[in-house]
């Protein structure tokens, strides 16, 4: 992903996130904090979805629509802000390729550990992606709902 994917990544948060809208400034925020970690997904120049991820802290997670402004100074884990998939793209098999892009991602900076918020009743598909459940952060559901679950994956290089 670069800065000039941001309008393309901000029309497809908008369709499949409604209820948590991020502002452009916060996504192009976590872009540029991580551009490794960072993705879109297109076809034909069009961008069909994103991911967006980070090095962060196992623990609290960032809020919604919230620029991070910097780093941890000592991350434990690459931290999945995002896979999002436009209708048109779902069933092609880019969920799957997009996670798998940011994990190795997530291996070559060096990190063992990715974490994930699920929503929207997303978490089965995080479980067959080898995510498991973990305790929920404080404050998960004020800022990503009730149905909201906190998940990590070891990972091995």
Known sequence: MVPGDIPGVARVAAEV????????????????????????????GAILGYALSHPWIDG??????????????????????????????????????????????????????????????SAPFWTRLGFEDAPAPAGLAASYGEDARYMRRGLRP
């Open 17 to 44: 996130h409604p209820a948590f809208p991020e502002r452009d400034a916060v996504l192009a925020s976590k872009q540029a904090l991580f551009p490794a970690g960072c993705l879109a997904l297109e076809q034909d």
């Open 60 to 121: 609290p997670v960032p809020k919604l629509d919230t620029e991070l402004g910097a780093l941890p100074r000592e991350p434990t884990l690459l931290y999945l802000h995002d896979l999002a998939l436009s209708r048109p793209a779902q069933g092609m098999g880019l969920a799957a390729e997009g996670a798998e892009r940011v994990v190795r991602a997530a291996l070559e900076a060096g990190f063992r550990r990715i974490a994930l918020v699920a929503v929207n009743g």
